[in-house]
């Protein structure tokens, strides 16, 4: 995989989370809390009922960076953050990605909420934060496989904006390198993403 400095698009992610992880993100602790069989088949119903909306898109660019003390540079920008270049460090390149889940689930949740029904209402946003992370993970896993063939390797984790000194207005680069205006989506005053159930991070590449 060469540098190109052109956004990739990836229209369907194959992924879907598991039933364990949305029950985490509802706040159940399997160690703490004892869900009964009623209660997981309630749950289990609204995800079925709303299955077909679980999608999700992205796009990613990679491009060589040169780190210098807190200063991270490529492509024309120039962050500063001393635990961005930690991350970063020994990395030669890194990787920008989106991964958006779309707005059709979080349309079905805000119409649960208007009808009061807040049950299905938590179970469905919760249904949408798991499946957006479910697609950031088999990105990372997309970029292993690719890596492999150069016997480069990708950093096992991912760094956000607005995770520790690395400020939330690098939403404002995300949003025209990877030009997501293509997936429709809108960055607030505040730097966050609509449709929400959206993931920007930085993958880096070290040998």
């Given at each position: 995989m060469k540098q190109n400095l052109q956004p990739i698009v990836l229209n369907q992610i194959t992924s879907?989370?598991?039933?364990?992880?949305?029950?985490?993100?509802?706040?159940?602790?399997?160690?703490?809390?004892?869900?009964?069989?009623?209660?997981i088949s309630k749950i289990e119903s609204v995800i079925t009922r709303?299955?077909?909306?679980?999608?999700?898109?992205?796009?990613?660019?990679?491009?060589t960076v040169q780190i210098e003390?807190?200063?991270i540079k490529f492509a024309n920008i120039h962050w500063e953050s001393h635990?961005?270049?930690?991350?970063?460090?020994?990395?030669?390149?890194?990787?920008l990605i989106a991964v958006t889940a779309g707005d059709d689930l979080i349309i079905q949740r805000d119409k649960a909420i208007e009808e009061q029904q807040n049950y299905q209402a938590v179970v469905i946003d919760a249904l949408a934060s798991?499946?957006?992370e479910a697609a950031a993970?088999?990105?990372?896993?997309?970029?292993?496989?690719?890596?492999?063939?150069?016997?480069?390797?990708?950093t096992q984790r991912r760094y956000s904006p607005g995770y520790g000194d690395f400020s939330l207005k690098a939403q404002q680069d995300f949003y025209h390198l990877l030009?997501?205006?293509?997936?429709?989506?809108?960055?607030?005053?505040?730097?966050l993403f609509i449709?929400?159930?959206?993931?920007?991070?930085?993958?880096?590449i070290h040998q």
């Open positions: 879907t989370p598991t039933l364990d992880k949305i029950l985490i993100r509802m706040g159940y602790n399997k160690h703490k809390t004892k869900i009964s069989k009623q209660e709303y299955q077909y909306l679980v999608h999700s898109r992205a796009v990613y660019l990679r491009t003390d807190h200063s635990k961005l270049a930690k991350f970063l460090a020994h990395c030669t390149e890194l990787i798991e499946t957006v993970e088999w990105l990372q896993h997309y970029f292993q496989q690719l890596l492999l063939r150069e016997h480069k390797i990708p030009n997501l205006d293509q997936f429709a989506l809108k960055l607030t005053s505040h730097y449709p929400e159930k959206t993931i920007t991070a930085i993958i880096g």
